[in-house]
């Protein structure tokens, strides 16, 4: 019965404060218990992570549980007489040397003593002090340990976050001074792009401003040397030039002139003026027509239309619904600020399919792009040098006949003939060059056609054509 009173003395004994549990509690994480109040001024009013005064093991949350169980094992440990000696003001039990209650503490074996220990030989000159003080000196020294162990623990924790830190900031610096060295090294090799093609541009304008220098000093000398030639011919006598005028025959350069003039009336009086309307069956679907079917201008997205066999397919195109297959005929086309291509094409050119505009395979083109100009010949596109831009309305003619090359380039080589043979009146020249410029441009592009159009076209009709662009054009 002895031996199980200490057990049951030792489990009713608060670890702290060394004595019966008071208000017991247990901490579920590991089990131990304490008194209520000996925890709380362990741990403080801290509210920070706590540790067990016992085991040292780290508590999440002060969830305390009451151990109501422990409490009345204390009250029956109590009621056994387990202490003693208490009603006399001792603590602690009993001296098993003397039977005398444990008041005082000797400091030198640090054990507790009774009062006739105190007097004994063993404990002679020994510091002693009362039991009660030694408990609650103990007390603070076990609180001062648990708090410098725990910020020990603490300070762990925060020097192995830190170097986490320190390690994921050098992480990033590295990851940083990488990102800045990759765009250096862009923008250097930008720089030097640019600069390259600045340089080049410089050359560039440099030549052009050379050349165009070079060619501002040749029409420089030419109007210098005209100027001399004049200035000479203007102090020759006036009876050189009498001279001159005598032995011009000027009535012979005016009935050439008539005669051409005549010539040319005639010709564009037995030419006839097509009226053409655009069949609305054979445009791309890119391409509006407008009511009267007389323009044609792109739409940038393709139109619910029904299908059709004749309709193009890949070929912003659109078709004629006349077409020709003899006779002199001429149409004009009005053409707006975008490029495009006008010209005729056979009625069974393809519809379906990429399609080359050349000669060979029925279309007769002459194409505006970027204010140059191309005839379709075979087998590559013919530029066309004008002088001028032709005015807004151009006059497209197509003669078609029946008759043999050699007699056509027997007319052609006297058409050209009295083309050289009229020289007009100087005031009156200009104009007449002008106009015989813009219709020379399209006289010469239609004669490319006639060429290519009498050796392939055989006798199949023929159908104006008109080519659409991505800019908007009537």
Known sequence: CKWQGVCLGDEATCSI???????????PECGHNFCRSCLAQCWGESEAEASCPQCRKRIQRRSLVCNWQLANVVEIAKNLGLQEGK????????????????????????????????????HENHKVIPLEEASEEYKGEICHRLEREEILAYQADLDKESKDLLKLTETERLKIVEKFRELRQFLEEQEKGLLNHMEEVEKEIAGRRDEQLARLSRKLSSLERIIQEMEEKRQQPASELDRILESCDLNHLVE??????KDAELYKK???KANV??????????????????????????QALPDHPERFRCCFCVLGREGFTAGRHFWEVTVGSGGGSVGVARKSVRRKGCLP????????????????????????????????????????????RRRRRRRRRRRRRRRRRRRKSLSPHPRGSNLLLNLLRNQLWSTAIC????????????????????????????
């Not at 009993?94 to 640090?110: A, G, N, R, Y």
């Not at 309307?277 to 997205?301: F, M, N």
Request: proline residues 8%; negative net charge; charged residues 25%.
């Open 270 to 272: 037995h030419t006839q």
């Open 357 to 400: 505009f050349r000669p060979e395979e029925g279309i007769w083109l002459v194409r505006n792009l970027g204010g140059k100009y191309q005839a379709f010949t075979s087998p590559e596109p013919s530029p066309l040098s004008l002088r001028e831009d032709p005015v807004p309305i151009n006059h497209l003619f197509l003669k078609k």
């Open 277 to 302: 309307t655009l069949d609305p069956d054979t445009a791309h679907l890119y391409l509006i027509l407008s009511e009267d079917q007389k323009s044609v201008r792109w739409g940038g997205k393709p």
């Open 17 to 27: 404060c060394l004595d019966y549990l008071k208000d017991p509690v247990t901490i």
């Open 256 to 261: 050439d002139a008539m005669k051409h003039w």
């Open 87 to 122: 009603e006399e003001g001792g603590k602690g039990g009993v001296c098993k040397k003397h039977q005398e209650p444990l008041k005082l503490f000797c400091k030198v074996h640090e054990a507790p003593i009774c009062l006739v220990c105190d007097k004994s030989k063993e």
């Open 447 to 474: 004669s490319g056609w006639l060429d290519s159009f009498l050796y392939s076209a055989g006798t199949h009709g023929i159908c104006p054509m008109s080519w659409g662009t991505e800019q908007p054009h009537t």
